[in-house]
């Protein structure tokens, strides 16, 4: 589990490497009206793709009313990326989410599948909502990309420390495993 300390490096470091600033902030809250309009069928579009697999459609199923309550979930978090509170909560929940996906057995590889296709979906509908204005969507998308690897970022890393704290192993014990295994494979 990291503390609040570790949680704001972690946020403050993505936002620097993704080279996440203030223009990215004023584009993602101009298009939040623009956005709201998507959330609805973003959430169809979204649940639609996880019932093409067996593995997340029975995820979806394992429990009554999960689904509802996960597109409301969706809607909500799709609505917050573009409501310009790009703060330690914002990073917390980030965090939470990647958790909650570790106690729900849901495989970090589904997640970072479904960015790329919330990435997809975000850009059609700039280019609908700009078409043929491609100065102005360019910079609007570079936002928009900025804004998910660090959402993936902070999911990522809540979502296996998460998993690595369900061993009961430390990070000093699984990095020291690590470059032994590492090491041996080298030699061969």
């Given at each position: ?31 939040s009206p623009v956005m709201k ?72 590889r589904y997640l970072i599948s ?75």
């Amino acid at each position: 589990m990291m503390t609040q300390k570790e949680k704001e490096k972690l946020f403050e470091e993505t936002k620097i490497l993704t080279g996440f600033c203030e223009e990215d902030k004023a584009n993602l809250i101009a298009l939040s009206p623009v956005m709201k309009k998507y959330a609805d069928p973003l959430a169809e579009y979204f649940y639609d793709r996880l019932h093409r697999l067996d593995t997340t459609k029975a995820i979806l199923e394992a429990k009554p009313g999960r689904e509802a309550h996960l597109k409301i979930t969706l809607i909500d978090w799709f609505n917050n990326l573009f409501a310009g509170n790009y703060d330690i909560n914002y990073a917390s929940d980030m965090m939470q989410i990647g958790q909650v996906h570790v106690a729900e057995k849901v495989d970090q590889r589904y997640l970072i599948s479904m960015y790329g296709m919330v990435f997809q979906f975000i850009i059609s509908a700039l280019e609908s909502e700009y078409e043929g204005k491609l100065a102005e969507i360019e910079p609007l998308q570079n936002s928009v990309a900025k804004i998910l690897s660090i959402d993936m970022a902070m999911m990522m890393e809540s979502y296996f420390l998460e998993l690595l704290d369900s061993t009961g192993w430390s990070m000093t014990l699984l990095k020291k495993m690590a470059t032994v295994s590492i090491s041996k494979k080298l030699k061969k």
